[in-house]
């Protein structure tokens, strides 16, 4: 027998075949930056399931990394729904970005309202894409818009501060956003390793 | 050849009621002077009981301690048969009314609700769902129809050949002739429309004069029907009188899902849909509190018509009991029925997003719902609006993706700039002129911000937007 290798580093590799192995989600959502595609195992965003994308503060980066994907999808027919955004979408700058406008859809309301539209929009089956700016998601909720996204085969986005990135969250994927340097880590995706490395995301050069 | 069926509605008056206050106890509708009030309809419990329509009430008491009665309201009756007659009209373009009973012409739409069987099984389950007792019959004319459906339910006589056979064992008594001749006839032999039908035209004609031999020719279409046809009001209007004073909205819901289900099926009826309708809850002396519920294109499905209405008169406070509620809708535009698309992106169950925004609209507001598009005003805080435009030329020079709804004043150490100045000089026609130079600006934070001074200075820095 050779070297002892640890039980947890040949699963975490997934190179042992577990009999309950979580399904990968399928995915035909990428995300607009194939660097990131290429470590997300599904390619891409989790297809008709929650992401979270932490961030320490608004301004650094927490749009773009989105905005390809609103791009590919307000190119279809369904529309993608903001819910409670913290800023108005500057409607040159989303253009710019590619967006077409007339599938955004924005939803005006009140913190405690916020959550049962994300969730309405979501299970409906009509929306493409539901972001959504939560200030107090607890565990419960965000399973709520999980099981939610998955009925309305919806893409979830919450946009969260990066202080949760210690809590547990049932979100198939969690992305942190870092300003300086600019990169990305994946904190969690649901079928696959977490990547031991940050995905360099540098900032809009002018 | 024409093909007409007959809905008979043999309890209309008890229906109308027991819908309205849905109860397993016995309960009677009465009618007459107060002092001979009569039974002149009962229901199974009441039957039960020993309760027989023309029974005095007085005789009825005697038999049970507790039961309801209900004033017989002829008004209310002919409101729920117009009622009918308008969810009818969604069958077919010819209806007309016959005393308790709804006659339509189905052979030209059997092309589109299908064959016979099929087309009273849709029928059928129309009444049920409202809650109507029915019989239902067909035959080649309205009034054969009519006859039939007052011997028994499911007759279809669907050819001329067979009409015949089927009126000839029809007794006297029930083939709604004249009065003088079903009294006489019986007396002198004739029990049947058979035997009557045999018998010679000039004797009959001598004897009962023209209207039987009218009659007898309307049953089997020698005679044109000549009914006056149906025609559904433009204005839909339903009242209901609760049993009871109500003090919560929630009490409602129950008298509101029913109303909106009629609205739905009155809707149908006209192929139309609603786009604005008004709940009028009446408290005592008159005093009204409405509710109005108003969607931005017309509607017609009966679960999302009460959703909406509910999601209204939910938040609603109410200020004194609420005796009766009236649904009027006026605004009833044509439907356009949402297209589907073959190659539609939506899972199969998918509610049209027309429906997830009024349901949106219903909870949070009629604002709550929006999209943004450009103005051509080049002002940053006047750029965009709900009401611009989601198509255009794009901008030339950065535009950030968060608009900050008013400048805010940067702190902290001066900004590393990365971009501009880009010169906004614009706005004296208004009084609300503006002179600045704008740039891309990374803070001391980290964050990309799309900033601005007064011109030509490099401090004072105003942020308006973020690159997110």
């Known amino acids: 027998m050779g070297a002892v290798v640890a039980l947890s580093s040949l699963l975490d590799a997934r190179q042992v075949w577990r009999g309950r192995a979580a399904p990968i989600p399928a995915g035909d959502q990428p995300t607009g930056w194939p660097e990131l595609d290429a470590v997300l195992p599904s390619g891409g965003w989790p297809d008709a399931s929650l992401s979270e994308v932490l961030s320490a503060s608004d301004g650094t980066g927490e749009l773009r990394l989105v905005l390809p994907t609103v791009k590919r999808l307000t190119g279809g027919k369904r529309p993608v729904v903001l819910i409670a955004p913290p800023y108005a979408p500057c409607v040159a700058g989303w253009r710019q970005a590619g967006v077409h406008m007339g599938r955004v859809q924005i939803v005006r309301t009140v913190e405690k309202d916020a959550l049962w539209a994300a969730e309405q929009c979501l299970r409906s089956g009509s929306c493409a894409a539901v972001l959504l700016w939560p200030h107090h998601a607890d565990d419960r909720a965000l399973r709520r818009l999980q099981v939610a996204a998955d009925t309305g085969r919806a893409l979830g986005i919450v946009f969260r501060d990066r202080q949760h990135v210690e809590h547990a969250s049932p979100a198939a994927l969690r992305l942190e956003v870092e300003a300086d340097p600019g990169q990305l880590w994946v904190r969690k995706c649901r079928g696959g390793a977490v990547p031991s490395h940050a995905v360099p995301f540098p900032a809009l050069a002018h | ?468």
Not at chain 2, 48 to 59: D, F, I, P
Request: charged fraction near 25%.
């Open chain 2, 1 to 468: 050849m024409m093909l007409w069926a007959c809905i008979l509605l043999p309890h209309l008056a008890l229906d109308g009621v027991l819908r309205r206050r849905p109860t397993e106890g016995p309960l009677v509708l009465v009618s007459g002077p107060a002092n001979a009030r009569t039974i002149v309809s009962a229901n199974p419990a009441a039957r039960e009981a020993g309760m027989r329509v023309g029974q005095k009430l007085a005789a009825a008491q005697a038999l049970l301690a507790q039961f309801e009665a209900v004033p017989y309201d002829q008004a209310a009756v002919d409101r729920w048969h117009r009622f009918l007659a308008a969810v009818a009209y969604r069958y077919s373009a010819e209806v007309a009314l016959f005393p308790h009973a709804i006659v339509l012409e189905v052979s030209k739409s059997m092309g589109l609700f299908g064959p016979w069987p099929r087309f009273e099984r849709l029928l059928r389950a129309d009444l049920t769902a409202l809650g109507f007792a029915h019989r239902i019959t067909a035959a080649p004319t309205p009034h054969a129809a009519y006859v039939l459906a007052g011997v028994g339910d499911g007759q279809a006589v669907l050819d001329d050949h067979t009409l015949r056979g089927a009126l000839f064992h029809v007794p006297i008594q029930r083939a709604r002739l004249p009065e003088r001749a079903s009294d006489a006839l019986p007396s002198m032999g004739v029990r049947t429309l058979g035997q009557l039908m045999a018998l010679p035209r000039d004797g009959l004609r001598r004897r009962f004069g023209a209207e039987l031999l009218a009659t007898l020719d309307r049953l089997t279409g020698d005679l044109p029907a000549g009914l006056e046809a149906y025609r559904p009001p433009d204005v839909f209007d339903l009242k209901i009188e609760l049993t009871h004073e109500v003090e919560n909205v929630a009490s409602l819901i129950f008298p509101l899902r029913r109303m909106t289900g009629d609205l739905a099926a009155y809707l149908a009826g006209r192929d139309g849909g609603v786009q604005r309708f008004v709940l009028h809850l009446e408290h005592r002396e008159h005093r009204v509190t409405d509710v109005v519920v108003g969607l931005l294109s017309p509607e017609r499905d009966a679960g999302m018509l009460f959703e909406l209405a509910r999601g209204r008169l939910d938040p609603v406070q109410l200020t004194e009991p609420v005796l009766g509620m009236r649904l009027v809708a006026r605004d009833l535009p044509a439907f356009v029925p949402g297209g589907t698309d073959l190659f539609d992106e939506r899972p199969a169950n998918a509610l049209p997003f027309e429906q997830l925004r009024e349901r949106l609209r219903a909870r949070l507001g009629d604002d709550a719902v929006y999209q943004l598009g450009s103005t051509t005003d080049p002002r940053p805080e006047r750029a965009q609006s709900p009401e611009g435009r989601t198509e255009g030329p794009d901008e030339v020079h950065p535009r950030p993706t968060w608009l900050l709804e008013r400048p805010i004043p940067l702190r902290g150490p001066a900004p590393v700039i990365l971009a501009g100045p880009e010169r906004l000089e614009t706005g004296w026609w208004d009084g609300a002129e503006v002179c600045r130079d704008y740039y891309v600006v990374r803070t001391s934070l980290g964050q990309q911000a799309w900033a601005f001074c007064p011109p030509d200075e490099r401090n004072g820095w105003m942020i308006q937007g973020w690159f997110a």
